[in-house]
Structures are given as structure tokens and as C-alpha cells.
T-cell receptor
């Protein structure tokens, strides 16, 4: 039982490059969320999913896309990376009325 | 829109002093959760409060949920250096699904 696993853990991108962050959970959770965390900004919700095949925008969705084709995986895509997307990205999953489990985070730098 | 606020944003205390962080929501919540994030780490669940006026304790930590289910607090008695980190509250709104909103967090520094 690995919990929530994020890959990769670190990445450096050049402006304009694309990449996909993978979040995988083995707890059969319905809810999966992607957050970004910047110094002094707390956790800001990018996109979320309340079940397989569903996605919705959070408070800072611009420049990101997501997909939840399988219940255990939630993918976050950056089509054309910008320096403003330099951040630490966290994925979280949970079941209704229970606590959220977070991944270890992905530290992304866009140069 | 719905918001969850926390105060203070930062708190520096001398080791042994008490610490309190407050969480306020603009909307009635179905429950409130608290998380701790150590520097360089990821948020880790501490506790969930569900009932109006609920108080729960974990060793030196005391959590309260307000009567109106719009506010909550976390109090740490006699802080230790191991308490260093950022404390987040997260409120759940009941719609057709659980909508969880995290507060901005309170960063605690403990001076030995």
C-alpha cells in the first residue's frame, strides 16, 4: 500500500516545453485534487476530480489541463510551460468524510 | 465565493510558549480538518472535527469547532521545536460532492 505517489519528484523545464505530472493512488479514493504551493501562498487548487472520468477547474486552472481516465490516476499537464508555473505541486486523494492523503510533491522549475 | 481564512499568517514563539491559530469560513462547514506541513514536506492530516462545538485533544494540541460551524482553532500548549511547520485548516462544504477548501496556513517558528 503505497498511498499517493507523484512522479516525477523534480523537474526543470525550459519555457515553452510541455510535461505531464502523474498522481497515482492505491486506496480506491474517489476524490483527487491537484494543488500548487508557492512561498506564502498556501495551497491553491488547480483542478480536481470527484470520480473517474470527471474533472473540474479550481481557483488557478489557466495553463493546466487534467485527465482522470482511470480511478487511480490523475494527470496534470502543462502544454507550454512558463516561468510563472515554477512551483511545488501536490496531489491529494481522499474518500468522502475522511482525511486527505498527499503525495510527496513535485518541485518544478521553469527557466 | 467560499473562502477559508486563517490568522495569523506567521507566528514566532519562544520554546515553551503557547500558540494558537484561528480558521474562519464565510460559509457553514460540514466538517473541518487540520493538517501540518513540516518544512520541505507535504501536508499531513492531524484531526477532523464534525460536530458543532466539538473539542478534541491530542497531547499538547487542542482543536475546537465553533458552534456555528464557521470557525475553528488549534491551540498548542508549551511549544517545542518539533512543532515547527505550517498548520492548515481545511473546510468541507457539502454540495453534491465534498468540496474541500484549504486555508492559507499559519507558519509557526519556535525559537529554542
Amino acid at each position: 500500500n503505497a498511498g499517493v505517489t507523484q512522479t516525477p519528484k523534480f523537474r526543470v523545464l525550459k519555457t515553452g516545453q510541455s510535461m505531464t505530472l502523474l498522481c497515482a493512488q492505491d486506496m480506491n479514493h474517489e476524490y483527487m485534487y491537484w494543488y500548487r504551493q508557492d512561498p506564502g501562498m498556501g495551497l491553491r487548487l488547480i483542478h480536481y476530480s470527484v470520480g473517474e472520468g470527471t474533472t473540474a477547474k479550481g481557483e488557478v486552472p489557466d495553463g493546466y489541463n487534467v485527465s482522470r481516465l482511470k480511478k487511480q490516476n490523475f494527470l496534470l499537464g502543462l502544454e507550454s510551460a512558463a516561468p510563472s508555473q515554477t512551483s511545488v505541486y501536490f496531489c491529494a486523494s481522499w474518500r468522502e468524510n475522511t482525511e486527505a492523503f498527499f503525495g510527496q510533491g513535485t518541485r518544478l522549475t521553469v527557466v | 465565493g467560499q473562502q477559508v481564512m486563517q490568522i495569523p499568517q506567521y507566528q514566532h514563539v519562544q520554546e515553551g510558549e503557547d500558540f494558537t491559530t484561528y480558521c474562519n469560513s464565510s460559509t457553514t462547514l460540514s466538517n473541518i480538518q487540520w493538517y501540518k506541513q513540516r518544512p520541505g514536506g507535504h501536508p499531513v492530516f492531524l484531526i477532523q472535527l464534525v460536530k458543532s462545538g466539538e473539542v478534541k485533544k491530542q497531547k499538547r494540541l487542542t482543536f475546537q469547532f465553533g458552534e456555528a460551524k464557521k470557525n475553528s482553532s488549534l491551540h498548542i500548549t508549551a511549544t517545542q521545536t518539533t512543532d515547527v511547520g505550517t498548520y492548515f485548516c481545511a473546510g468541507t462544504l457539502k454540495t453534491s460532492y465534498d468540496k474541500v477548501i484549504f486555508g492559507p496556513g499559519t507558519s509557526l517558528s519556535v525559537i529554542p
